[in-house]
């Protein structure tokens, strides 16, 4: 295995429902350390360059509205095979399909509204992280 980093978001539902020291403390004991953290409330047009690849899906709008009606926290985590380790700790996209005892079936209320973001893939975490971090504000622990 290998030391990598990935981009975690505790969505404006997470942030609401007052579970961001749940959310991160889980991440901590799952061996994902956060290496870069910030609060933002995302402008449309940065929601919007965040989720571009989703342009053309029919919930495109709802899901730009959503991302934007209050604060989120974006995290950098590292950590031994951090992308999928991360996909496994918050579950399914709908927190129906979600394995017990994952962030999505513990917090998520429905498929848009489901607590957390992680990136899909290496590549794509490099460019996530990048969207919301420079190079000094993430601090690699090995
Ligand atoms: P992921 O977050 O598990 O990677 P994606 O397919 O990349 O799932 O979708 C991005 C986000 O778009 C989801 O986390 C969820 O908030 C929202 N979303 C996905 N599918 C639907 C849908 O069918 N209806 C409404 N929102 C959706
Ligand atoms: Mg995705």
Known sequence: MA?????????PDGVEKNVIGKI???FE????TPVGIRMVHLSQQEAEGFYAVHR???FFGELVEFM?????VVMALEGDNAVAKNREVMGATNPDDADE???RALYASGIEENTVHG????ENAAIEIKYFFSDIQVFPRG
């Open 68 to 72: 934007t009606r209050g604060p989120v």
């Open 3 to 11: 030391i990598e980093q990935t981009l975690s978001i505790i969505k």
């Open 56 to 58: 053309e899906r029919p």
């Open 101 to 103: 005892g994952t962030l």
């Open 119 to 122: 990136s899909d893939s290496l």
């Open 29 to 32: 004991e799952e061996g994902l």
């Open 24 to 26: 991160i403390a889980r």
